[in-house]
C-alpha cells in the first residue's frame, strides 16, 4: 500500500510503466524518464518517504547501497567516466516527486554537464559563525 496520489508508490505497485533495471528486497531501480545523461537511473525505496528526512534508517542504507551499485554498473557496462549520486530534499533543493530517491547520474568526459554554483572563495568569517551554528559537537 502506497501513497494514493505518488507516481513512485505507482511504479513499485506495478500500476505505472518503468524501465526497472535493478531490484532487491527494499529497493527498486528505474531510468529516469527525462535523463540527464546516457543511463541515468533513479534509486527509491519501496516503501513510501517524503525525503531524506523522512526515510528510514535501513531504507536510506539500502537505497545508498543500490545506488552505488548501479553506479558501478554505468561504469562497467555504459563505459562511464564517473557518476553523480544526486539527491533533493525538499522543494527549494529542487524536488519535484516527493517520494525519496537517488539520481544516478553517469558521467562522461565530453557530456554537457556542469555544476550549477561558480565556485568563489568564502567569507571566512560567516563560514566560522556558521560552522558554530552547524556543529554537531
Ligand atoms: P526530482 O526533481 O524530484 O529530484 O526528480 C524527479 C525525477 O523523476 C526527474 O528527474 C524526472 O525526470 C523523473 N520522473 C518524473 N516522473 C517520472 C515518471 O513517471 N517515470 C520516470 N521513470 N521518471 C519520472
Ligand atoms: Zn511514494
Not at 545506488?67 to 525538499?90: F, I, P, W, Y
Not at 555544476?115 to 571566512?124: F, K
Request: a negative charge; proline letters at 6%.
Amino acid at each position: 500500500m502506497g501513497e494514493p496520489d505518488c507516481i513512485f508508490c505507482k511504479i513499485v505497485a506495478g500500476e505505472l510503466p518503468a524501465m526497472i533495471v535493478d531490484e532487491d528486497e527494499r529497493t527498486i531501480a528505474f531510468m529516469d524518464i527525462a535523463p540527464a545523461t546516457r543511463g541515468h537511473a533513479l534509486v527509491i525505496p519501496r516503501a513510501h518517504s517524503t525525503d531524506l528526512l523522512d526515510i528510514s534508517e535501513a531504507d536510506l542504507s539500502a537505497v545508498a547501497l543500490a545506488s552505488r551499485r548501479l553506479a558501478a554498473r554505468a561504469k562497467e557496462r555504459l563505459g562511464a567516466d564517473g557518476v553523480n549520486l544526486l539527491n533533493s530534499c525538499g522543494r527549494a533543493a529542487w524536488q519535484t516527486v516527493f517520494h525519496f530517491h537517488v539520481h544516478v547520474v553517469p558521467r562522461y568526459e565530453s557530456d554537457p554537464l556542469r555544476l550549477p554554483w561558480v565556485p568563489s572563495e568564502g567569507d571566512q568569517a560567516q563560514i566560522a559563525s556558521t560552522a558554530q551554528e552547524l556543529s554537531g559537537r
